[in-house]
Every structure is written in structure tokens, then in C-alpha cells.
């Protein structure tokens, strides 16, 4: 039963003529008797930004399964592989186009260095990493990049700022970006042979790897060395202070920001930061935003099972993400003014306890639902309405962890549902995210009250802002091709039990026809598994046709939908 009590109709009646008395700035809504139970207002005149691709981006680490087995299953492996690297994480990487793939870390990169996974494989060391696991150096810088290339994605390293000096970074950055040939001091002068573009040359890779993204540190006020946002600041600054570019653009570093909702880390950190005027690259705050359900019976609840209260809960917990945006951002414009620096939500996701993982040693694996993929489809119309703020998004993990796309262990592999909606929500790639105003009944979260896990990084804030859950929610977008007639309408429907007949209108506009895709299973805890990698598959979604220019569609309980709109 959906905790919502209010009558359907009545609300909608009586928040479209309050929302036609709000600043809609330049738009009027119209109140219209309708058979909707909801009304979803698009307002093409209103742009937000460009949605950055980037949004759709990915984060491996040497944790559990990820590496070993996840994506490296090595070149004499019997599984399908390129280069070593599992070549179904390779093909999915590719389906969902992913932008971005962050590594080592996470907790892991502040204890890695990166000289041990470089030169010939047998004769590099093993270690103890971050997550008490041993790291034979296998996969180490260069079959990171090939995995990029092999994906067609760029590379985003996270650097050691808690155990190794500020020369490791800057040479970490010539051995990865020093052109071929190596960089004689002079034009008369040879190249040096053992200068490091030497070295990476006569380690395979004689081409620069050319990265620009770069995270200086990681969880800094935490495993990356549990510093005060006042002397990390001071960090950021000596160890990119010279970096050394190569290039025809400023390589774009990422500061460690909050824990989550932590907003006083970033109004201090960027106090500290622009009390100096060198902030050389300053490109990006790093925000990682975990959600955690408040279930009694499992300290942060369970992946497979859940009451229909814990994923209520839960949802509400993962709209949070907005609420994390919108305030950091304005702590960032108390020093910044207009921020130029962009938001870089490095690792999201839903984490739950143990108890669903591929095996003991998979530490962090767990299995993934339909709530998860609502999660996902929450999340990702979050960064999408905040397409002026948000510039990089990770989801943590891609393979074998808390909010993963897929499952692989040995010779089996599963796409989770997440997957699926990360495909669903591809058209909004570099679209122009426009408003989108929603008018739904709300949903009262059932566990408004409960206790908020500790640990992880959890929103811990006031117990308010996670009383209700929006009835529909979503986001717009412009297709850049199409002549302004190609719309993008993704939504999310979290009623367990109540499809949500709404009426879709485009201001200053018509609809003139329409197509779409929906994720939807009667069971929200349908999952796919490594016996059934098909149970949670998209399917095409019924679209009526528009009546005087407007849509009225249904989206099915419990369910993400993308719909593709056809402007007159
Ligand atoms: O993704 C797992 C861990 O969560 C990462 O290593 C760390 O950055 C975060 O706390």
C-alpha cells in the first residue's frame, strides 16, 4: 500500500492552481480538468545548461572483486578478454557510452603508488592495500589506460595525497603526459633515456596518456588522512602549485570535498582556498554521497531484503542528493561568488549491509533490485536539473560494489538493473536540460523518524528534509540535434502499488507525438542474477496519442520511464 492518504485528483487540482500562483517566470499554467492524477509542465524557455556527459561516468578500486575479477581476469584467462581485461565489462562499458572511469580509488589511491603497477608484471611487487586485500600489481597504470582506450572513455586518476610527496604527483603527471620522445631541454639537446616518457615508452605505451582529470586526494577528512578542511587546503595548494601541463588545455583538478552533507567542510575549505590567490587548476569539488537506509534489523538495511517502508525510506534518503547539490553549491558561492568551480560527485550510490555479496571475499559486492534502479533514475534526473552545477558524476562501483552496473564472478556476468536506466537516460547526454516543473501528491516516508545509520557518507542532516518523497519526479532536455523539436522526459513513479496517470504539457509548444521506454516489474525486488541475467529488462512503454498538443500517459508503479517527445 502506498503510504500516500491524500485523494489523488483533489491534490492535483488544487496544486496546479497553486503552482499557477508561483513564479513560473514568463509561463502560465493552466488549470484544467483532466482524468490526470498528476501534471508534468516542461518550459522549453527556460534553459538550465548543457547536460555535461560526464554526468554518466564510472569509479573501479582495488576492493573486493572490482579489479580481480570484475575487469581483470588476465591475458591467459579462459573468459573472454581483451588485453586481460574482461571483455564484458569492456562491451557494457561501451553500451552505456561510458565518459569517465576514475581509479584507483576510493580509500584505496591515498595508501597506492603508482610506480608499483608500472614495467614488466612479473617483476612487480605485491602489497597490502587500503581494504586489507593483497595487490599483486597486475593491473596497474598502463592496463588502466588500455581499459579506457578499449572503452573509448577518458581517465581519471585519483592521486596519492596522504602517503606519498607532492614529486610523486608531479611526476606522476609527466609520466603520463610527457609527449613521446621524451621533452629535451633544449632543441639541440636528445631526448633523455631514462626521463619518464622514456620509461612509459619502453613500458608499451610510447604515446602520452594524456590525462586532464585529476583528484588530489581522496576522503581527505577521512581515509585519506583525516585532515581539517584548513590543511588540506594547504595540501591542494603545494601539490598542484608547477604541475607541469603539457598542453594545449589546463589539466582540470578535482579538491577533496565534503562527507556527504557536510557543509561546513566546503564553506572552510574554500575560505582557506581563496584566502590565497594561487589555486592554479582549481577545477572541481569532489562530493561523495552514499545512501543508507534506517532499518532496525540491518545497520545500513538489506539489498534484497527490504519492507515496503525501507525502500520508501530509502528512496527518500537518495533524493537527499538535491538538497546535497543545491547547499554545498551555495557554500561554494559565499567565497566564489557565481561558483566557477564545478561540482564532481565522485562516488554515489545505494550501500547496504553484508549479506547479499558473490562471496566473502567480494567485499562490498551486493545484489541490486528495482529499487536501485529507481535510485538511479532519481539520481540521475538530480544531476540533470542541476546540469549548471554538476559537471562529473561517478557511480560507485561499476563492477562487484555497493551501486554496481554489473556482477561478474569467474565465467558469470549479469547486468543489474542500474545498467539499464543508466542506457534509458543516454538522450539526455549533452541535451540542454530545460525546466520541468512536476505536481504530484507526495509520499510520507514511513521511517521519517528512524535512526540514521552512522558511517558511510550518509546524509545527516535535519530529520525534515527526509519526511517526503516526491509522488513523480524527473527532468527535461532539448535534444542538440532535432531542431529544438526532440524532447527528453524521464521519470520516476516510486508508488509501490498506484500507476500515475499524468498529463504532460510543453509550454509555448505542442506535442505531436511520442515514444518511450519503461523499467517495470511487479515485484520491486526483481534483480537478475547470474542464472537469470535477463529477469529486469526495459521494455517499450504505451503511448497514446497527444490530444491538442498535450500527452496524457501512465506510468506504471514502481518504475523509471523515458519518454521521447516529438514537438509540432
Ligand atoms: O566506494 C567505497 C569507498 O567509499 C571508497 O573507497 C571511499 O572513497 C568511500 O568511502
Known amino acids: 500500500m502506498s503510504p500516500s492518504s491524500s485523494s489523488r485528483r483533489s491534490f492535483l487540482k488544487a496544486s496546479t492552481l497553486a503552482a499557477s500562483s508561483i513564479a513560473l517566470r514568463g509561463s502560465t499554467l493552466l488549470a484544467q480538468a483532466t482524468q490526470a492524477d498528476a501534471r508534468i509542465d516542461i518550459l522549453p524557455a527556460e534553459p538550465i545548461g548543457t547536460i555535461s556527459p560526464e554526468i554518466y561516468s564510472h569509479f573501479i578500486e582495488q576492493l573486493g572483486g572490482v579489479i580481480y575479477d570484475g575487469v581483470w581476469v588476465g591475458t591467459d584467462s579462459k573468459i573472454p578478454n581483451i588485453g586481460g581485461v574482461r571483455r564484458a565489462f569492456i562491451d557494457t562499458m561501451r553500451a552505456v557510452k561510458a565518459p569517465v572511469l576514475r581509479w584507483p580509488g576510493g580509500c584505496f589511491a591515498d595508501s597506492y603508488d603508482w610506480r608499483d603497477g608500472i614495467g614488466p608484471a612479473s617483476k612487480r611487487p605485491a602489497r597490502a592495500g587500503f581494504w586489507d586485500q593483497q595487490d599483486n600489481n597486475q593491473y596497474g597504470l598502463h592496463e588502466f589506460m588500455h581499459t579506457c582506450r578499449a572503452i573509448g572513455c577518458k581517465p581519471y586518476l585519483a592521486a596519492d595525497l596522504r602517503s606519498l610527496p607532492a614529486r610523486d604527483f608531479y611526476q606522476e603527471i609527466e609520466y603520463c603526459n610527457a609527449p613521446a620522445g621524451d621533452v629535451p631541454c633544449n632543441s639541440a639537446a636528445k631526448a633523455v633515456p631514462d626521463a619518464l616518457a622514456s620509461q612509459r615508452a619502453a613500458n608499451g605505451d610510447p604515446e ?39 598542453g594545449k588545455k589546463p589539466l582540470r583538478f578535482v579538491a577533496v570535498g565534503p562527507n556527504g552533507d557536510d557543509v561546513d567542510w566546503t564553506a572552510r ?35 534484497l531484503n527490504f519492507t515496503n517502508d525501507e525502500f520508501y525510506d530509502l528512496l527518500t534518503r537518495g533524493s537527499i542528493m538535491e538538497r546535497v547539490i543545491t547547499d554545498h553549491w551555495h557554500a561554494m558561492g559565499t567565497t566564489d561568488g557565481q561558483p566557477q568551480v564545478k561540482l564532481v560527485v565522485d562516488e554515489w550510490g545505494a550501500w547496504y549491509g553484508k549479506g547479499t555479496e558473490l562471496a566473502p571475499e567480494y567485499n562490498l559486492s551486493q545484489q541490486s533490485t528495482m529499487r536501485d534502479a529507481l535510485l538511479s533514475g532519481i539520481t540521475l534526473d538530480i544531476f540533470q536539473r542541476h546540469a549548471d552545477k554538476v559537471a562529473v558524476a561517478n557511480v560507485a562501483q561499476s563492477i562487484n560494489c555497493i551501486h554496481s552496473l554489473m556482477l561478474a564472478q569467474g565465467d558469470r556476468f549479469t547486468v543489474t538493473p542500474t545498467f539499464h536506466v543508466f542506457q534509458m537516460y543516454l538522450p539526455h547526454s549533452g541535451a540542454q ?55 527528453t522526459l524521464t521519470v520516476v513513479n516510486p508508488h509501490l502499488d498506484q500507476p500515475v496517470t499524468t498529463e504532460i504539457v510543453l509550454h509555448g509548444s505542442s506535442i505531436a507525438s511520442a515514444t518511450g521506454t519503461v523499467l517495470s516489474e511487479t515485484d520491486i525486488h526483481a534483480h537478475n542474477d547470474f542464472d537469470h ?12 496519442q497527444p490530444t491538442a498538443g498535450r500527452l496524457l500517459h501512465t506510468f506504471p508503479a514502481a518504475s523509471v520511464t523515458t519518454l521521447q517527445l516529438t514537438l509540432a
Open 208 to 246: 602520452p596518456f594524456n590525462v586532464d582529470l585529476w583528484g588530489v586526494g581522496n576522503e581527505s577528512w577521512g581515509c585519506g588522512g583525516n585532515l581539517t578542511p584548513e590543511e588540506y587546503a594547504a595540501e591542494f595548494r603545494r601539490y598542484t602549485a608547477w604541475t607541469p601541463s603539457y
Open 269 to 303: 575549505l574554500f575560505k582557506a582556498l581563496y584566502a590565497n590567490p594561487e589555486r592554479r587548476h582549481l577545477w572541481g569539488l569532489s562530493v561523495h554521497y552514499y545512501t543508507s537506509g534506517s532499518a532496525a534489523k540491518f545497520a545500513a538495511g538489506d539489498a
Open 433 to 487: 536540460a530545460v525546466r520541468a516543473e512536476f505536481s504530484s501528491p507526495s509520499i510520507a516516508n514511513p521511517l521519517a523518524n528512524a535512526p540514521i545509520p552512522v558511517g558511510g557518507n550518509s546524509y545527516r542532516g535535519s530529520l525534515e528534509a527526509v519526511k517526503t518523497l516526491a509522488g513523480l519526479s524527473g527532468s527535461a532536455s532539448i535534444s542538440p540535434s532535432g531542431n529544438g523539436k526532440q524532447v
Open 533 to 544: 541475467p535477463n529477469a529486469v529488462h526495459p521494455r517499450p512503454a504505451t503511448v497514446g
